[in-house]
């Protein structure tokens, strides 16, 4: 089994609707990311969680909500979809604060139309 | 500003024929330089961690290395089966600050 889990793996929406999509990991990483990922513009950061009380803003939060239900479940959540948060959405984590390298879910694929 | 620069953007090479990605960078705080390896539909798939200057890492026909402005990913003799796209990423800050910083990738395939 995955060691970091995301579902769905594909969605197809409308604008205007609520998303959630939801990552588990049985790392036992307390650390916690959410990244979308499009042509030309890498991975950039959502928000991000370092335990259960604690979370943060990443660059591009604008139009995402998180909660991070437990230490190891992480979902990221599309109040009101529009059509350019169309993107790859990975869940990752982390091993304490420093020069620990994240380990990534293999993505939720997102349209929205 | 922070930056994280991989080329070329993309690479194409025969079996066997060995080459380098680079991976330039601008960061303050330099705290660690990943590599990562992602395939077509997948999550990147960690490789190397880089703390310093000099320091070098291997992995089958992968080689990374570090000096203070850039990294080197050398593939050598490289096979089909290594045709992916290969990921950079920096962590810097201080002390409750530190970020990940990634760069767009290089798109490696690797003909037989």
């Known amino acids: 089994d995955a060691d970091v889990t995301q579902t769905p793996r594909n969605r197809i929406t409308k604008t205007g609707k609520r998303i959630m999509l939801e990552c588990s990991q049985t790392?036992?990483?307390?650390?916690m990311y959410w990244y979308r990922q499009d042509p030309g513009l890498g991975l950039r950061l959502i928000y991000y969680?370092?335990?259960?009380?604690?979370?943060n803003k990443g660059e591009i939060s604008d139009g995402y909500s998180v909660s991070r239900q437990a230490q190891a479940k992480f979902s990221l959540s599309l109040e009101s979809a529009i059509p350019n948060q169309t993107a790859l959405y990975f869940c990752a984590t982390s091993d304490g604060p420093v020069n620990q390298p994240q380990h990534f879910g293999d993505g939720t694929r997102l349209s929205i139309l | 500003e922070d930056q994280v620069t991989q080329s070329p953007e993309a690479l194409r090479l025969q079996e066997g024929e060995s080459s380098s990605l680079n991976c330039s960078y601008t960061?303050?705080?330099?705290?660690?330089l990943f590599w990562y390896r992602q395939d077509p539909g997948k999550g990147p798939e960690f490789l190397f961690t880089l703390y310093s200057a000099g320091e070098e890492k291997e992995k089958e026909r992968l080689k990374a290395t570090l000096t203070k402005k850039e990294s080197f990913l050398h593939i050598t003799a490289p096979k089909p089966e290594d045709s992916a796209t290969y990921l950079c990423a920096v962590q810097r800050g201080t002390s409750g600050t530190y970020k990940y910083i990634f760069g767009t990738g290089t798109r490696l395939k690797v003909l037989a």
């Open positions: 960061v303050s705080g330099l705290r660690g």
């Open positions: 790392k036992g990483h307390d650390r």
């Open positions: 969680s370092f335990d259960v009380k604690d979370i």
